[in-house]
């Protein structure tokens, strides 16, 4: 066998669809955890800064945000290292196809793996749908800002009294109603509007939120992948099986035949 065979027969047993889902899932949780991160820390420093000015009022906030970030390290690790054994199984399982009228055997073992992938697999992707609707949840609280920016710059605004125009966090939840001062007006909302902070923040939820919606997608790839995987080993075992079945009537025929032969020499 030359180079260019020897190439054609590696290139052929690549998973693509795992390679592609796990190219897919690594973007996607890579936006979603770095992103988030940053995101999470500029909405700290805003509402330290413009909302919140003493710190006992947000001081559950800030234990709540420190602990999502450990929770985004974690996921990135965990993810990292799922990706990477979901790709193995997809190169096992595709060799496993490859091979099924040769020596290779799938084993109970093997099956039952694959199986387990599936269901976590599954697990996870009901777990992401709804991390992908908590993410979206920023989204619209900062495009609610965004938009009240934008009322005051509009000649609508000269209308009715610019310090009229509020944001008030507090109705959200995120700190208590006794926070100081709470809400920002007027030319403040407007002034917060214009900083890094906001705009970075905001922009860095959207692309977290995206980096969710392509884990997700990522994972309902995966899962169509491990039950076509896990179906074609069931078939592979199956076949096997048969074949095992069949040997072993084709010897015990030809040993009965053999016999056979033999008693009708001893006879003559």
Not at 216 to 223: K, T, W
């Amino acid at each position: 066998m030359g180079c260019f065979e020897c190439c054609i027969k590696c290139l052929g047993g690549v998973p693509y669809a795992s390679l592609v889902a796990t190219i897919l899932c690594f973007c996607g949780v890579a936006l979603f955890c770095g992103c988030g991160h940053v995101a999470l820390t500029g909405t700290l420093t805003i509402l330290e800064n413009h909302f919140s000015k003493i710190t006992a009022d947000h001081a559950m906030l800030t234990d709540i945000i420190q602990l999502m970030q450990y929770v985004i390290y974690g996921i990135a690790s965990f993810f990292f290292l799922y990706g990477i054994i979901l790709l193995a199984e997809g190169f096992y399982t595709t060799s496993a196809v490859k091979e099924l009228h040769s020596e290779f055997k799938t084993t109970v073992c093997g099956r039952c793996i694959s199986g387990m992938f599936v269901f976590l697999t599954y697990i996870l992707g009901i777990a992401w749908l709804g991390v992908f609707g908590f993410s979206a949840v920023p989204v619209f609280l900062f495009y609610n800002m965004w938009s009240t920016c934008a009322a005051l710059r509009s000649p609508m605004a000269n209308l009715t009294s610019i310090d009229s125009i509020c944001v008030d966090v507090r109705q959200y939840g995120i700190i208590p109603w006794n926070a100081t001062p709470g809400k920002a007006c007027g030319s403040t909302l407007g002034d917060i509007c214009n900083t890094s902070e906001f705009y970075l923040s905001y922009h860095l939820y959207i692309v977290a939120c995206a980096g969710a919606g392509a884990t997700v997608i990522a994972l309902i790839h995966y899962l169509m992948i491990l039950s076509a995987n896990w179906a074609y080993l069931k078939d592979a075992s199956h076949l096997h099986a048969y074949q095992d079945i069949k040997m072993k009537e084709e010897r015990e025929l030809q040993d009965i035949q053999s016999r056979s032969k033999e008693c009708l020499n001893s006879y003559s």
